[in-house]
């Protein structure tokens, strides 16, 4: 009895392996285990593509009117934005090599500034630290190094790489394309600018009619 045991386990496992059920892509479609005569209700739909014919709807089309007073979205997935604006949406160039400075759509401004330090704080800061040194709390636990945005490569670094790496990730980081619009990345970068020139500044860049109120000359 051990052995049937035995042999209904080793066939089991190998009927799972057969099936492909190891976390490998299809390259065709899968077995069908569940007949639709067996299970009635169990099959996946089709999927409609633009422009094909459909007997579900009345006028016989697939492509359906979107609901009144939908939005168009100015970012969607990573590789998928509305790119009305190159620079703005992608970190890039129209001749494909990285911008720098910030998009004309945008403003720089201090509320600009606030709302970067504000996304910072949350979704960069945890690594990167509050001064951007790389000393965040993860790496108490465990986190390998984190770049400091204080060293010349990426004092130097075109703000479209940035841009293009908080979108994509890289090495260890996540892509954060789905946590922030590409504004907020922006205005991510215009603060990170501002943590880099923090680190520089000396009494030459404080105006004149500043200096007193501080306590300079």
Not at 96 to 122: C, M, Q, S, W, Y
Not at 170 to 188: H, T
Request: with cysteine; proline share 8%; aromatic share 10%.
């Amino acid at each position: 009895m051990r052995n049937v045991y035995l042999v209904t386990f080793f066939v089991v496992v190998l009927t799972v392996s057969v099936l492909g059920l190891r976390g490998t892509k299809f390259t065709h479609p899968p077995m069908d285990v569940f007949p639709e005569w067996l299970f009635p209700g169990m099959k996946e739909g089709r999927k409609m593509h633009p422009q094909d014919a459909s007997t579900f709807f009345a006028d016989g089309r697939a492509d359906r009117m979107p609901p009144p007073h939908v939005v168009p979205t100015s970012y969607g997935p990573a590789g998928q934005p509305l790119r009305n604006d190159s620079h703005l949406y992608t970190g890039k160039l129209a001749d494909g090599t990285f911008a720098r400075g910030f998009p004309a759509a945008l403003k720089v401004d201090r509320a600009f500034l606030e709302r970067g330090r504000d996304r910072f704080t949350i979704y960069c800061l945890p690594c990167h630290g509050a001064v951007g040194d790389g000393n965040g709390i993860t790496k108490r636990y465990g986190m390998g190094a984190t770049p400091t945005y204080h060293d010349d490569r990426l004092r130097k670094m075109a703000e479209g790489e940035i841009f293009n790496t908080i979108t994509y990730g890289k090495g260890n980081m996540n892509p954060y394309a789905d946590k922030l619009a590409p504004a907020d990345r922006w205005a991510v970068i215009a603060y990170v600018r501002a943590l880099q020139r923090a680190q520089m500044g000396t009494v030459a860049d404080v105006p004149m009619a500043d200096r007193a109120q501080l306590g300079l000359k």
